[in-house]
């Protein structure tokens, strides 16, 4: 599983990058909000940071088919690695099939189900983001439209998309992806940092750091 920070936040990249644990990056105009930049200046500078291997996600604003394809082309002429995320409302999907044809990376975004799913998918989007947390905060299993996802791209050849598990709220949204069959997951700096963490990782750690320096004190003495 490969995966992704949800993040338009420079220093958390850096991070992700510096631990060898950030394959791409997923931003939204909310994500970009935060950090109080405008779309272009921000997400150019994270094209640069984590390099043209690395997929960095940018969503348009507009919801017309016209207005999405213009800002579509605008985003895509960024930086090679942006990928335009596009939501799968019907003037998003009409949207979605223009830019594909025109060679635009598209992530289909704000998925709840399989069978927008597979509008996105027939539409010629490259990454599908079902949003599991989301899903969850109203009592819906997001994680059943992941394993949903995953049997239909199994079964279909023809539709040559990627699942990125969007919303993750925490470490067991990506455990669980892995067994749903979610390529990529999408995350918050806060989850990846989540992932290293257990309690008897630290405590085994200082149990064998002191053991061996009782031993060497012990052997000073004697
Ligand atoms: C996906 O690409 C979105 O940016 C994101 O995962 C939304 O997550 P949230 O529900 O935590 O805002």
Same mark, same amino acid.
């Given at each position: 599983?490969?995966?992704?920070?949800?993040?338009?936040?420079?220093?958390?990249?850096? &991070?992700?990058?510096?631990?060898?644990?950030?394959?791409?990056?997923?931003?939204?105009?909310?994500?970009?909000?935060?950090?109080?930049?405008?779309? =272009?200046?921000?997400?150019?500078?994270?094209?640069?940071?984590?390099?043209? $291997?690395?997929?960095?996600?940018?969503?348009?604003?507009?919801? $017309?088919?016209?207005?999405?394809?213009? =800002? %579509?082309?605008?985003?895509?002429?960024?930086?090679?690695?942006?990928?335009?995320?596009?939501?799968?409302?019907?003037?998003?999907?009409?949207?979605?099939?223009?830019?594909?044809?025109?060679?635009?990376? +598209?992530?289909?975004?704000?998925?709840?189900?399989?069978?927008? %799913?597979?509008?996105? %998918?027939?539409?010629?989007?490259? !990454?599908?983001?079902?949003?599991?947390?989301?899903? $969850?905060?109203?009592?819906?299993?997001?994680? =059943?439209?992941?394993?949903? +996802? %995953?049997?239909?791209?199994?079964?279909?050849?023809?539709?040559?998309?990627?699942?990125?598990?969007?919303?993750?709220?925490?470490?067991?949204?990506?455990?669980?992806?892995?067994?749903?069959?979610?390529? +990529?997951?999408?995350?918050?700096?806060?989850?990846?940092? &989540?992932?290293?963490?257990?309690?008897?990782? $630290?405590?085994?750690?200082?149990?064998?750091?002191?053991? !061996?320096?009782?031993?060497?004190?012990?052997?000073? =003495?004697?």
């Amino acid at each position: 599983m490969k995966f992704f920070l949800d993040t338009a936040n420079v220093e958390q990249i850096k &991070q992700g990058l510096a631990w060898g644990l950030c394959d791409g990056v997923t931003t939204n105009p909310t994500l970009v909000a935060r950090e109080g930049r405008e779309m =272009e200046e921000a997400i150019r500078e994270i094209c640069e940071l984590v390099g043209p $291997d690395r997929p960095v996600s940018a969503e348009v604003l507009a919801v $017309d088919h016209d207005g999405m394809v213009e =800002e %579509a082309q605008e985003r895509a002429s960024w930086a090679e690695n942006v990928v335009v995320k596009i939501p799968v409302i019907p003037e998003g999907v009409r949207a979605m099939k223009t830019c594909s044809d025109m060679g635009i990376t +598209i992530n289909a975004t704000l998925v709840f189900s399989c069978g927008q %799913a597979l509008l996105a %998918a027939k539409a010629g989007a490259r !990454y599908l983001s079902p949003f599991v947390g989301r899903q $969850d905060d109203i009592g819906w299993s997001g994680m =059943e439209v992941v394993r949903q +996802i %995953a049997t239909m791209l199994r079964m279909y050849d023809a539709l040559d998309a990627e699942i990125i598990l969007a919303s993750a709220r925490h470490v067991g949204h990506v455990i669980e992806g892995t067994q749903c069959g979610a390529h +990529i997951c999408t995350m918050p700096f806060k989850v990846l940092d &989540q992932l290293f963490k257990h309690p008897l990782t $630290d405590v085994g750690l200082e149990r064998f750091l002191s053991d !061996y320096r009782a031993m060497q004190e012990e052997l000073g =003495e004697a």
